[in-house]
């Protein structure tokens, strides 16, 4: 079962920055089954990127994603106020599961 | 409006049961699969189950296999968790959200609060 690793834990960044957030898998993922979700503080997730690279419906274009087999990466070109919020990189394989990681906070400067 | 509404959550006591309800609205429900998710308290998202879209399959966690049971009734757009033997460690926001391209989830309920405890 895939293991994913996200970092930092935690991001301090101020508005205006560009934000760069990793999820390493422990084995191999094809790229079309890794997504990126953004979750403020009591509200569902939002997905945000699919695909590894393609934005969801109304996503912004300073949100992108890149990477492709283990090492995957989530850019915030210049961040928004409502930017700051925990995002999770997210997986699928086999067996089918679908796995998260663990988090990353970009929290205020 | 395209949203999933969560309810049946509550506080249950260890070894007790659960059934979660989620109702869809505004898509074609039973063109999608649907998902089961989690979050503990101040923790990160945990996926629990799947369904597809005629609730002939279903898959499960190896924390909750055995003692939860997905089911959806498309004619109700309205997908269920039935909830055995709970234990502390089940405690956890739950949200049902609908499978979307490659395996993503693009659509997500508010959640249902799960709390057990004695």
């Known amino acids: 079962e895939i293991v994913l690793t996200q970092s930092p834990g935690t991001l301090s960044l101020s508005p205006g920055e560009r934000a760069t957030l990793s999820c390493r898998a422990s084995?191999?993922?094809?790229?079309?089954?890794l997504a990126w979700y953004q979750q403020k503080p009591g509200q569902a997730p939002r997905l945000l990127i699919y695909g590894a690279s393609s934005r969801a419906t109304g996503i912004p274009d300073r949100f992108s994603g890149s990477g492709s087999g283990t090492d995957f990466t989530l850019t915030i070109s210049r961040l928004e106020p409502e930017d700051f919020a925990v995002y999770y990189c997210q997986g699928h394989g086999s067996p089918p599961h679908w796995t998260f990681g663990q988090g990353t906070k970009v929290e205020i400067k | 409006e395209v949203q999933l509404v969560e309810s049946g959550g509550g506080l249950v006591q260890p070894g007790g049961s659960l059934r979660l309800s989620c109702a869809a609205s505004?898509?074609?429900?039973?063109?999608?699969?649907m998902h089961w998710v989690r979050q503990a308290p101040g923790k990160g998202l945990v996926w629990v189950s799947r369904i597809n879209s005629d609730g002939s399959d279903t898959i499960y966690a190896d924390s909750v296999k055995g003692r939860f049971t997905i089911s959806r009734d498309n004619a109700k757009n309205t997908v269920y968790l039935q909830m055995n033997s709970l234990r502390a460690e089940d405690t956890a926001v739950y949200s049902c959200?609908?499978?979307?391209?490659?395996?993503?989830?693009?659509?997500w309920g508010q959640g249902t609060m799960v709390t057990v405890s004695s």
């Open positions: 959200s609908r499978g979307g391209d490659y395996h993503a989830f693009d659509l």
């Open positions: 505004g898509f074609t429900f039973g063109g999608y699969w």
């Open positions: 084995q191999s993922v094809n790229s079309i089954y």
